[in-house]
């Protein structure tokens, strides 16, 4: 009898390793995630994230800066972190709400969490003219009328993640602090901590709120459902290399008793745009098709390019 719980435990075990996810080389690297989550399958025409972002854009007016409830104040309560062996993940309460920026409706935060490289690779997941950064924090809202993801996941629009990118430079950036002090109690999968709350809008790149990407896509790990209103910061927030380096070498994605192996390089592969289009906020600078930068009107850009035109010259290299 004690013999068959414990069969039964080994089996159970192998088979749910077998079918976890990770991002390593092989057979349980992104792109062989669709063995295990059919939905993880790139299809034709499927909605997945994440993509590359390059020039030429849709601008659309309609894209202010989001309205961001709470994120000024300080919670009441404990946030919790926790390394789940794919990311470090805090859950951060119920106090904040997201909507406005051409969101069908209000989401609820429910938690933030980060992707990363290593000391020699970069690990973004959207890329800009296919640059990675090296980090990207995606905070997850649920449209606030349901009452858990798993009703979420059935709206297409269930989810809204702000992605924002995160740069190495000199200076300590100490409003991640309170983060980066409490990666080192969660080392290893299955770990968790408290941590005391802040700010939330003092990880964000405060100066530039109204500079964004929107698109439809995907989770970007199992069960890569498409169920995502993207907003996808156009300026990335700071942090030092020592930081960084902090995300980068000092996290497991092997429970404590096991033999260590870096937590690195946590990022899903770019998938094609197929026919979706990719908007620009209204100030979104980078890479709208008619970005009108306040130094130059669009007016002026236009009469600029239809200029060879005018004048009469027709030859199609122009
Ligand atoms: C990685 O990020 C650094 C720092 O932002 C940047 O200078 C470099 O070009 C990036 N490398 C790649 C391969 O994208
Ligand atoms: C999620 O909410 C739905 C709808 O109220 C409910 O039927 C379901 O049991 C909930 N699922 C979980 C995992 O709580
Ligand atoms: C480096 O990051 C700090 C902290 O976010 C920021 O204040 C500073 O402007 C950045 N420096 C450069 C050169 O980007
Ligand atoms: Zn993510």
Redesign the pocket.
């Known amino acids: 009898m004690r013999f068959s719980v414990v069969a039964f435990l080994v089996i159970y075990l192998t088979a749910s390793t077998a079918s976890d996810y990770c991002y390593d080389e092989g057979q349980c690297d992104p792109y062989a995630w669709g063995d295990s989550y059919p939905t993880c399958h790139p299809l034709l025409e499927a909605h997945h994230s994440p993509i590359n972002l390059e020039d030429g854009v849709t601008r659309d007016e309609a894209l202010e800066a989001l309205e961001l409830k709470g994120f000024d104040s300080v919670q009441k309560g404990q946030w919790r972190l926790h390394n789940d062996g794919h990311s470090v993940i805090l859950e951060v309460g119920r106090g904040m709400m997201v909507s406005g920026g051409g969101l069908p409706g209000t989401y609820i935060t429910l938690q933030l969490h980060f992707h990363w490289g290593s000391l020699a690779t970069n690990g973004s997941e959207h890329t800009i003219h296919t640059q990675r950064f090296p980090m990207e924090m995606h905070i997850v809202n649920m449209k606030s009328n349901y009452?858990?993801l798993?009703?979420a996941m059935e709206d297409p629009s269930g989810l809204a993640v702000l992605a924002v990118f995160m740069d190495v430079n000199y200076t300590e950036n100490t409003n991640f602090t309170p983060i980066i002090k409490a990666l080192s109690a969660v080392p290893h999968r299955g770990q968790s901590t408290n941590v005391k709350p802040f700010a939330l809008a003092n990880l964000l790149p405060l100066d530039h709120m109204g500079l964004y990407y929107r698109y439809h896509g995907s989770l970007t790990t199992p069960p890569c459902s498409q169920v995502v209103e993207w907003t996808v910061y156009e300026v990335p927030v700071q942090i030092s290399r020592s930081q960084y380096e902090q995300f980068a070498t000092e996290l497991f994605s092997t429970e404590e008793e096991e033999e260590d192996v870096l937590l690195q390089n946590n990022f899903r592969h770019v998938h094609p745009t197929f026919s979706r289009v990719v908007y620009a906020s209204r100030e979104a600078q980078l890479l709208a098709a008619t970005a009108c930068p306040a130094a130059a009107p669009c007016s002026g850009l236009l009469l600029l390019s239809l200029l060879p035109l005018l004048l009469g010259n027709l030859d199609p290299r122009s």
Request: charged share 0%.
């Open positions: 009452p858990n798993t009703s």
